[in-house]
């Protein structure tokens, strides 16, 4: 990911990527590979018994640490905390140590305007190397019309080995 946004800080804006491979990958996570975070139920919060006036006033004089009293108390994040629109709690994925492929990356950096193709090798010519002179002819080719200007383009090409 450093690496993309390297290239897109010295070069400019990445539109497109071609993928000349062996093997196809997918440019999404599989549902059944995502792994989530699971957390213990918060324990109920104690009620503290009501004490009378005098003694709170001397715990708020004890508890006021600043001369003047201006600095806001910083809640502690809360990953258990819900969603306050839906009222549901969060999904924590566990994403740490795996890694993603160019097409997930690629996809996720450009958004929702990205076109991903995969296509395989024969329909370019006999020869790897008239397959791929053809391939990226092509994907050259449709870089320039004006129906992909507003999109950015993933193509995959899968050689046999």
């Not at 508890?63 to 910083?74: C, I, R, T, Y």
């Not at 549901?88 to 990356?105: A, E, I, V």
Request: include cysteine; charged fraction near 30%.
């Amino acid at each position: 990911m450093d690496e993309l946004f390297g290239i897109e800080a010295i070069l400019g804006e990445i539109k497109a990527v071609v993928g000349l491979q062996y093997e196809a990958e997918l440019e999404y996570v599989r549902e059944s590979q995502i792994e989530y975070e699971h957390f213990e139920p918060k324990p109920a919060p104690e009620v503290k018994p009501a004490k009378d006036e005098d003694a709170e006033d001397d715990a708020a004089d004890a508890g006021a640490g600043s001369e003047n009293g201006d600095e806001p108390k910083v809640a502690k994040f809360d990953p258990t905390a819900l969603d306050r629109f839906t009222g549901l709690p969060f999904q924590w994925t566990k994403t740490n140590r795996k890694s993603k492929n160019l097409p997930q990356l690629f996809q996720g950096m450009k958004g929702i305007n990205t076109q991903h193709e995969v296509k395989e090798c024969q329909q370019f010519g006999s020869t790897a190397a008239e397959q791929t002179a053809k391939c990226l002819d092509d994907f050259c080719g449709r870089l320039q019309e004006a129906d992909n200007s507003d999109k950015y383009l993933y193509q995959q090409v899968i050689f046999k080995r």
